[in-house]
């Protein structure tokens, strides 16, 4: 069975950074695509980033220039880089990606989630 595996968060003080990892279990599998989400208390999930299968991005207006979402296809992990990080940006992420099998058919998966907390 696939899984999506998270790590990466942590607690930070304001303007630093972190670097969120999504990435797929075993071998003979790729991320043709994924979205990165959070979830702050009260709120509701919103979308973060996003990268397609052919690499374009796209970002909420509360984090671009501020974070980037990747790809290393030779690694099958996804990453968000989030820099300059304020207290708002304190969620619960959860990556979601579209996973190729071996007959190249896509199925959808979500990462457990991960927390993020910036604090001072």
């Known amino acids: 069975q696939v899984h999506l595996v998270e790590s990466g968060g942590g607690l930070v003080q304001p303007g630093e950074s972190l670097r969120l990892s999504c990435a797929t279990s075993?071998?003979?599998?790729?991320?043709?695509?994924a979205i990165w989400y959070r979830q702050a208390p009260g709120k509701e999930r919103e979308l973060v980033a996003r990268i397609t299968s052919s690499s374009r991005t796209d970002y909420a207006d509360s984090v671009n220039g501020r974070f980037a979402i990747s790809r290393d296809n030779a690694k099958n992990t996804v990453y968000l880089q989030m820099n300059s990080l304020k207290p708002e940006d304190t969620a619960v992420y959860y990556c979601?990606?579209?996973?190729?099998?071996?007959?190249?058919?896509?199925?959808?998966?979500w990462g457990q989630g991960t927390q993020v907390t910036v604090s001072s």
């Open positions: 979601h990606a579209n996973i190729l099998n071996s007959l190249g058919v896509p199925y959808s998966y």
């Open positions: 075993g071998s003979g599998f790729g991320i043709s695509s």
